[in-house]
């Protein structure tokens, strides 16, 4: 980190100067914090696939943009006014704001505060940008932007960890319930959590489906209770759930089949899908109790509930040691990109990019130590919006 002069950081950070384009680790500018701003400085931040969206070109953004949405930091500065954090505190920026004062913010059902709608725009409240590269303006990404070894964020976009949270939590979409029997589409990154939501819900049976039979030994590992494949069966795959019973991922028809599975159910969409797609079903099923629904950020409230999250793992309360796989010094940025692309259809990855030596683990070493563990945690409610 250097000064500039005018509280102005001079570091590294990785910019994407175009779309289908690999990112370029370069010095960069960042302005200090404004009125109800936060200036951190990243420990760690995570790959994720809505990240490999705007370098795949799925998700349309102005550039040059620094993205990156779910990492662990310290606070280096604060703005007029911001009185939530202070200097030195441990803090995760979140995607999904939470002013605490809106009417959404108020209602214990909703968790999309108005202010989420600055946040696809690539600028901060004002509408104006704290990252400077090649002497051009650089657009934030969600409001966080932590590809970057300082980043500038408001307020309401960052959660603060500490010592005090320790009330119980539960799951939010769906209302999980002992003893209830829940199925996980896909068993990728997000089907994963979703099973290990469900189990610490008290679910007694969890049933995972994918079609790649290379994922069930992990499903397992992380206490689902039986996995399938639709290619093993020449019936519809809700047919044989109906039978058991009596990727988590937007997959059109996988969708249909969760409602169909059992009438009463409920079935609930989450992460991100690559492209709109339209669903269709059966009219009939409203009738006899299907329910479905999405959520964004597992619908948990982000500052509010991101600490309890924390304070749970902390407590041992979920082993995510199950879901880390691949740790990266930050200048490796693109060989982490190239890992995921490549293991999109056989495994889990969970990559991630740590910005200081102490840090750094070998790859497959179980995370541990405060400031990893906290980025573990993250994984599971943002990047995956999934804790469910």
């Not at 600055?118 to 650089?138: E, S, Y």
């Not at 940025?333 to 740590?354: M, P």
């Amino acid at each position: 980190k250097q000064r500039a002069g005018k509280g102005v950081i001079k570091c590294k950070a990785a910019m994407l100067w175009e779309q289908k384009n690999s990112f370029s680790v370069e010095e960069t500018e960042v302005a200090p914090s404004k009125a109800k701003e936060v200036c951190s400085k990243t420990l760690a931040t995570g790959i994720c696939w809505k990240n490999e969206h705007m370098t795949k070109g799925t998700i349309v953004s102005k550039f040059p943009v620094t993205v990156g949405h779910e990492a662990t930091g310290v606070v280096e500065s604060i703005g007029e006014g911001v009185t939530m954090v202070k200097p030195g505190v441990t803090v995760i920026p979140v995607f999904l704001p939470q002013c605490r004062e809106c009417n959404a913010c108020r209602d214990p059902d909703v968790n999309l505060c108005v202010r989420s709608d600055v946040t696809g725009h690539g600028v901060l409240a004002d509408g104006t940008t704290r990252f400077t590269c090649r002497g051009k303006p650089v657009y934030h990404f969600t409001s966080t932007s932590t590809f970057t070894e300082y980043t500038v964020v408001d307020e309401t976009s960052v959660a603060k960890i500490d010592d005090e949270a320790h009330p119980e939590k539960e799951l939010v979409s769906p209302q999980v319930t002992r003893g209830s029997t829940c199925v996980a589409f896909g068993l990728g990154r997000v089907g994963l959590l979703v099973i290990m939501g469900c189990k610490s819900a008290g679910a007694s049976r969890i049933i995972g489906i994918d079609l790649n039979k290379d994922k069930f030994e992990k499903a397992v590992a992380v206490r689902a209770t039986k996995c399938i494949s639709p290619k093993d069966s020449t019936k519809p795959i809700s047919e044989v759930l109906s039978e058991m019973t009596g990727e988590a991922s937007l997959v059109a028809q996988w969708l249909r089949s969760a409602c169909q599975c059992r009438g009463h159910g409920v079935g609930v969409v989450v992460g991100a899908p690559l492209s709109a797609k339209m669903l269709t079903y059966d009219p009939v099923l409203p009738r006899a109790g299907c329910t479905r629904k999405g959520c964004v950020f597992g619908g948990w409230e982000s500052r509010d509930d991101v600490p309890k999250l924390v304070t749970d793992f902390l407590e041992k309360k979920f082993d995510l040691d199950q879901v880390t796989t691949h740790v990266f010094p930050f200048k490796q940025i693109n060989e982490g990109f190239e890992l995921l692309y490549s293991h999109q259809r056989f495994c889990l990855l969970v990559c991630f990019l740590t910005f200081d030596l102490h840090l750094f683990l070998p790859p497959n070493t179980p995370a541990s130590g405060n400031h990893q563990s906290v980025l573990c945690i993250y994984e599971v409610v943002a990047l995956d919006s999934s804790y469910t």
